[in-house]
């Protein structure tokens, strides 16, 4: 047992935070620091400037893109990007649709899409929820038939993050409606400019629009858009599910932003001195760090894991890192309300894109703790989260 | 970075948790307890014989020169079994002020009896009034020729009434709550002037109550420097916290096995009562809570090779905090899935909430180490 870094590890540290500090726009990384969102604009150019060093799908296959680094330099990777902060590679894209396709996708496919997802030629958006299917996925209803060479779609989908940006969705359609639920669903991917396609934005609880519901009406899909075999897309959607377990505890956003929260309570003022000094203040702050520390603990020993046993079984310890990253996420958030008071109240207005440039930076507190309200709800919500400790774990 | 044991260390937990699947199921614990002083001498004696007593000492001293992972895998294994024997009071505390601060002559005097068995240790530190700091000392050492004269009360002193040899604080000088002027003394149990009321405690173990009343001992007494010991004091309890968190994970890990087992076998309603969603979101949350106790007992078992003290302090602080809320939680948690069964002097589970509970309180609770925590500026 030991918990230092090597030589090596603590050399690719270096090697990514001087990357990081020396390449990421400042405006970039102010917003993220700020709270603020960002317009797609600024998220493809630091995408791309991720990808032309070779770090933009760093997972991927070496034959695909990717990097070979050991599971330690993915952690420290990406940790480093939370901290400095500076936005994770698009998800759907190069998390999400990019493994199913090079594992499950033919040649054609990977040679059509894989490059673009990396350059970010192709924004990815992802088909799944459904109006009357959030945490039963496998009821969704969104309909695929086959009519010559092609698919005709037809149904809805919903929660589609980013979907204004988006030139490709990857869906779970209905192609055998006679078959139990979760056998006749398929992984298809297509164009959001196909016809019958409509994104209608949905006004989130912070007056940000991430996300938007994505309508199908007769929409004609060639049929070799299908991913792997047609009814088997429910496997599939549960390998894209279960590919990124050690990423959602989000351990380096939580720590930046326990930095900004004692960053602001040196400044701000009670009874004639900073919020910082205030006892009761700094206990809960210690109690939230400790709660962190015990999850970047947990999360290294998933990865060290990974790391010498391979990703085959997953470490039980790796069903805490949603819940608690989560918990720990929004706890953060909570302080930063505690430190601003009553200046959370201003509210200012969206810009159309979706970006929020706008303001103090004060107006983006109360936002993001209600926006972070999302963070035990989606990727499987929490108590989705126990039921699989239940099951998997202690055999309930 | 790796979290894995070493292959000698898994041939360790082995054989310890083979011992005491052997020799330490709940009925023997009952039988162990009503020996005298409320432990089996034949326990210690197997503990010995597997040289699992000399595990942290050095070879030249006879034992076999393990660190901070040995400790916290044998702790782990007598938290899972519930062990009553003084594992914690003399191997690591006893043991410790003499690693850490004895001379070659103390050393060769005391550890051979820790190693083979023979003797037992008790640390006589908290006072009427001291509560969980360190260095409140009222109890006194006064030079007298070459050696020192100790006075003093001294209260819940694990294995008191069993020890053999007590290590024992006292103030050397300056007032009660300097932190200089604490030295730490050795002092064999039967001198005169030590008077002992023992007890049991709520968990099971037993504890005493000890007064010194112009107890001579010579100048080889003094563990280090009799004047500045509140470091020496410090580190050893630092050992014993860690020790004690990897003790309550393995009472944690079990409690949630057996609760986890009761809610497969309870039926109520006509169905196993582990098929309630509600009871098992519970189990989920104390499985979560485990895991995080777990990372934090390891993180402070590694902090052992942290070459700042303060860091070392601050993560043994952190990881007692989070031991606390985790064994408060899955302890009380234990008893209500178990319901009216839990609340039952027969039932094992309510032993480990027992433990959990003393644990907590013992060298610091939850609020005194947040504190802790806090003073040092956090943990990011």
């Not at chain 2, 034992?63 to 916290?72: K, L, N, Q, R, S």
């Amino acid at each position: 047992m030991d918990l230092a870094f090597s030589k090596e590890e603590i050399a690719f540290r270096e090697e990514v935070r001087a990357f990081f500090r020396d390449n990421v726009p400042p405006e970039t990384r102010r917003k993220m620091v700020e709270g603020r969102h960002l317009s797609k604009d600024e998220m493809v150019a630091w995408w791309r400037i991720l990808n032309k060093k070779g770090w933009g799908v760093s997972h991927w296959p070496k034959e695909y893109g990717g990097t070979g680094w050991t599971s330690v330099q993915h952690y420290i990777f990406n940790e480093e990007l939370q901290m400095h902060p500076a936005p994770a590679p698009l998800a759907f894209g190069v998390s999400m649709v990019g493994p199913v396709i090079y594992t499950f996708g033919n040649e054609k496919q990977k040679q059509q899409y894989l490059p673009r997802i990396a350059s970010v030629d192709d924004w990815w958006c992802q088909g799944f929820s459904e109006p009357g299917s959030g945490s039963d996925l496998a009821s969704l209803k969104t309909k695929a038939e086959r009519k010559g060479d092609k698919y005709i779609i037809n149904g809805q989908k919903t929660w589609t993050t980013l979907a204004q940006h988006a030139d490709m969705i990857f869906c779970l359609c209905r192609t055998d409606t006679n078959a139990k639920k979760q056998m006749g669903i398929s992984f298809i991917v297509f164009d959001m400019k196909s016809k019958g396609v409509t994104v209608r934005p949905i006004e989130t609880i912070d007056g940000g629009r991430e996300v938007n519901e994505v309508f199908f009406d007769d929409v004609e899909v060639p049929i070799e858009n299908l991913i792997g075999e047609e009814n088997k897309g429910w496997d599939y959607a549960k390998f894209l599910l279960g590919n990124e377990r050690t990423g959602i505890a989000r351990v380096g956003v939580s720590k930046e932003r326990l930095r900004r929260i004692k960053d602001l309570a040196s400044k701000v003022e009670q009874n004639g001195k900073p919020v910082i000094e205030d006892q009761g203040f700094r206990e809960k702050l210690a109690a939230c760090e400790i709660e962190l520390k015990a999850l970047e603990l947990t999360q290294l020993r998933v990865v060290a894991d990974e790391g010498k046993h391979g990703k085959g079984k997953p470490n039980p310890a790796s069903s805490v890192l949603k819940i608690k990253g989560s918990e720990i996420q929004q706890t953060t958030t909570e302080l930063l309300m505690e430190v601003i008071g009553p200046f959370a109240a201003p509210y200012d207005v969206h810009g159309d894109d979706g970006s929020n440039e706008t303001m103090d930076w004060t107006a983006q507190i109360a936002p993001s703790y209600f926006n972070n309200r999302k963070v035990s709800i989606y990727g499987g919500s929490n108590e989705i989260q126990r039921n699989i400790i239940t099951k998997a774990v202690l055999g309930l | 970075m790796d979290f894995d044991l070493s292959e000698e260390q898994r041939l360790l937990k082995e054989s310890i948790d083979g011992l005491l699947t052997d020799s330490y199921d709940f009925d023997a614990r009952k039988k162990y307890q009503k020996e005298k002083g409320g432990w089996s001498k034949a326990v210690w004696g197997k503990l010995a014989e597997q040289g699992l007593l000399g595990l942290p000492f050095a070879e030249d001293d006879g034992g076999f020169g393990a660190g901070a992972v040995e400790t916290m895998i044998v702790m782990e294994a007598l938290g899972k079994a519930l062990v009553l024997e003084p594992y914690l009071a003399t191997v690591v505390i006893g043991g410790g002020f003499l690693r850490h601060g004895g001379s070659a002559e103390q050393k060769a005097a005391h550890i051979p009896g820790i190693i083979d068995g023979s003797k037992t240790f008790a640390f006589a530190q908290l006072e009427k009034n001291s509560r969980y700091d360190l260095g409140d000392v009222a109890t006194t050492a006064k030079k007298k020729g070459a050696g020192w004269v100790i006075d003093g009360e001294k209260f819940v002193v694990l294995n008191g009434e069993n020890a053999d040899t007590l290590i024992v604080t006292a103030r050397t000088k300056g007032a009660q709550r300097d932190k200089t002027g604490i030295g730490v003394f050795i002092v064999p149990a039967n001198a005169k002037g030590v008077t002992r009321k023992g007890y049991p405690t709520q968990d099971g173990l037993h504890a005493a109550d000890i007064t010194f009343t112009g107890v001579e001992v010579g100048a080889d007494a003094a563990i280090g420097d009799p004047e500045n010991g509140l470091p020496l004091i410090e580190r050893v309890v630092d050992e014993a916290r860690t020790a004690m968190c990897a003790e309550a994970v393995g009472a944690m890990d079990e409690s949630l096995k057996s609760t986890v087992e009761y809610l497969k076998t309870r039926k109520q309603f006509g169905v196993p009562i582990g098929s309630f969603q509600t009871l098992q979101h519970r189990a989920a949350d104390m499985f979560v809570a485990l895991e995080q106790a777990r990372s934090m007992s390891m993180f402070a078992t590694m902090a052992a090779d942290f070459d700042s003290a303060k860091e070392r302090a601050t993560a043994v602080a952190a990881a007692k905090v989070q031991i606390g809320k985790s064994g408060k939680f899955i302890g009380q948690q234990s008893i209500q899935l178990h319901g009216g069964i839990g609340m039952t002097q027969e039932a094992k589970i309510g032993h480990y909430f027992k433990r959990l509970t003393m644990i907590e309180n013992t060298f610091g609770d939850t609020d005194y180490h947040l504190r802790r925590v806090t003073d040092a500026g956090g943990l990011v």
